[in-house]
């Protein structure tokens, strides 16, 4: 296991330099090879938007997030995606690209329900806050999302979970890091299915 610190990613991220978040996330799978990974796996999002530079030149292979969340989709059938998770996530190309590829429709909140999510992930979560207030404005979320249609939402962040849990949300949930997880003890097991 490897990797730079957030801020590193965040000082790249917020120039909108997302060259600069794949040359971390390179560093981070050459000292894996090095040591003897099979393969790679980067439990965060919003990097993911740094994903195709990244795969064309990683000395090792790597699972993607946003396709073990469309497989999770797919095989439960859900056909429309409420898509939560930083401003980056919510607003960036990842899950679009990889949702229409696979057939699956989605959703994503408003401008001012993605500003106050992205400010409870950076301002709260990540720094171990736990607000009811803020786990009141996810569900609201999550409820307006289901009015449109949404037949599950994407946990996005990996710090979502903290607070969003398929026992409070108005809809099932995809928890994108527990989803990738699974996947990659899938894969370092040999298992196929589930």
């Given at each position: ?14 120039r ?24 790679l ?5 919003t990097i993911?938007?740094?994903f ?13 997030i946003?396709?073990e ?8 059938g ?9 401003r980056?996530?919510m ?12 057939g699956?429709?989605?959703r ?9 999510i ?21 569900l ?19 710090e979502?979970?903290?607070i ?9 949930v995809?928890?994108?890091t527990?989803?990738?997880a699974?996947a ?6 040999g298992?196929?299915?589930?």
């Amino acid at each position: 296991m490897h990797t730079h610190s957030l801020g590193e990613y965040m000082d790249f991220i917020d120039r909108d330099d997302w060259q600069g978040v794949a040359d971390l996330m390179l560093s981070s799978a050459e000292k894996l090879k090095r040591v003897g990974a099979d393969f790679l796996i980067c439990p965060d999002n919003t990097i993911h938007r740094s994903f195709a530079a990244v795969a064309e030149r990683s000395p090792l292979p790597w699972l993607h997030i946003v396709e073990e969340v469309a497989a999770e989709a797919r095989r439960r059938g859900f056909q429309r995606l409420a898509i939560t998770g930083t401003r980056y996530t919510m607003e960036g190309p990842i899950y679009p690209e990889v949702l229409e590829r696979n057939g699956i429709d989605y959703r994503v909140p408003g401008p001012v329900d993605r500003g106050e999510i992205n400010r409870i992930i950076f301002d709260e979560l990540v720094n171990g806050i736990f607000k009811s207030e803020s786990l009141a404005v996810f569900l609201a979320v999550i409820e307006d999302m289901k009015a449109e249609g949404c037949d599950a939402v994407v946990l996005g962040c990996t710090e979502i979970p903290l607070i969003v849990t398929p026992e409070n949300s108005p809809l099932p949930v995809l928890d994108s890091t527990r989803l990738l997880a699974r996947a990659a003890l899938k894969k370092a097991v040999g298992s196929p299915g589930n």
